[in-house]
C-alpha cells in the first residue's frame, strides 16, 4: 500500500506528485503517456512564470523531462472508481486493477461536454463507464456504446465480443474499429430512456428522433463525473467542494486543479496539486501519531 494515488497527469497531478516525491512519500500517479489533451493542445501559454509563451506540445515535453529526471512514472490505466474503506483507500481501474492507499489525490480535471439526458440518472442501472467492469453484465445481449476517444476503441472490441449485438456512437474522427457485431451510427445519442433501467436510446436522425432498443449504455470518456468517480463527495455546480488546505468531505481525499472549479488556469492547477500534497504529508504524520 503506498502513501497516495494521484488520479490525473495534467499539471495539477504532476505539481503533487514533485512534491509528494520530494517530502520522501511513496505514491502512484495515473494518467496518459501525452500528461494532458488540454495542455497539448494550447495553442499558446502566456500567463504562466517561467514559461516564455510557446504552445502546449512545448510545455508537455519539458514536464515530461522533469518526471523522467525525478524519476517519476505514469501508471497508464483508467481510474474507474474511488472507494474510501477504513482508514485506507481502494482504486480500481477500466484495466481490472486493484490498488490501496492510504490517501488519494483527484486531479483528473472537468468532464468534457455536458452528460446525455438520462446519463446520470440510469448510471448503475444500465449506465456505465467501464467496459471490463461491467461488460460480462450484457452476454448476448443489445448495447449502444458512446465512444468520446479513439483510445478506447480497444474497450469497444472488448464489449463487442461479449454482447449480441454493438450499436457503436464514435464522437471523434477516423474510426477504425470494426466487427460483424458492430454497428456504427454517426449521431450523437441525445437520451437514455428507460423505467428502472435502461431500455432504449434516442439520437436524431434526418430531422426526426429514433429510438434505439438496447439493454445497456456505456459511455467512454476521459474525464468521468466526479459524483461516478467517488461515492459520497461532495460537489457543487459539477466541482469537488474543497477548502484552502485542498481537503474535501472525504477524510484523506483531496483534489486539485479544474476539478475543483474556475479558473481553469495552469498556474491555479499547480498551485493546489502543491498544497495538496503537503496537506496529505501532514495527514500521514497525524496517523502515525494517533
Known amino acids: ?62 514536464l515530461q523531462d522533469q518526471l523522467k529526471k525525478e524519476e517519476i512514472e505514469i501508471v497508464c490505466e483508467r481510474v474507474s472508481g474511488v472507494y474510501a474503506l477504513k482508514e485506507k483507500f481502494a482504486v480500481s481501474t477500466n484495466e481490472g486493477g486493484m490498488y490501496e492507499s492510504k490517501t488519494v489525490i483527484l486531479a483528473s480535471g472537468v468532464e468534457q461536454g455536458k452528460q446525455i439526458d438520462g446519463e446520470k440518472e440510469f448510471l448503475g442501472k444500465g449506465v456505465s ?14 448495447i449502444a456504446v458512446v465512444c468520446l476517444s479513439k483510445t478506447f476503441e480497444h474497450e469497444v472490441e472488448y464489449l463487442s465480443s461479449i454482447a449480441d449485438k454493438t450499436y457503436l456512437f464514435p464522437i ?18 441525445t437520451k437514455i430512456v428507460g423505467e428502472k433501467r435502461v431500455t432504449g436510446l434516442i439520437y436524431p436522425e434526418k430531422g426526426e428522433e429514433r429510438r434505439l432498443d438496447v439493454d445497456g449504455v456505456f459511455v467512454l470518456k476521459e474525464s468521468l463525473p466526479v459524483d461516478a468517480l ?3 463527495l461532495e460537489t457543487e455546480n459539477g466541482h469537488v467542494k474543497i477548502n484552502r488546505q485542498c481537503e474535501t ?42
Open 249 to 290: 468531505n472525504l477524510a484523506g481525499l483531496y483534489a486539485t486543479g479544474d476539478i475543483t472549479g474556475r479558473p481553469y488556469q495552469y498556474a491555479k492547477a499547480v498551485g493546489e496539486g502543491n498544497v495538496a500534497a503537503h496537506s496529505v504529508t501532514e495527514y500521514l504524520q497525524k496517523l502515525k501519531t494517533e
Open 1 to 62: 500500500m503506498v502513501d497516495c494515488i494521484i488520479i490525473g497527469s495534467g499539471v495539477a497531478g504532476i505539481s503533487a506528485a514533485l512534491t509528494l516525491k520530494a517530502n520522501g512519500k511513496s505514491f502512484l500517479l495515473f494518467g496518459v503517456k501525452e500528461l494532458s489533451q488540454k495542455i497539448v493542445r494550447a495553442e499558446k501559454i502566456r500567463n504562466y512564470p517561467g514559461f516564455l509563451g510557446e504552445n502546449g506540445e512545448a510545455f508537455a515535453s519539458m
Open 129 to 142: 463507464y467501464c467496459a471490463t467492469c461491467d461488460g460480462f453484465l450484457y452476454k448476448n445481449k443489445k
Open 172 to 189: 471523434y474522427k477516423n474510426v477504425e474499429v470494426t466487427g460483424e457485431r458492430i454497428e456504427k451510427i454517426v449521431k450523437m445519442p
Open 230 to 232: 467517488v461515492s459520497g
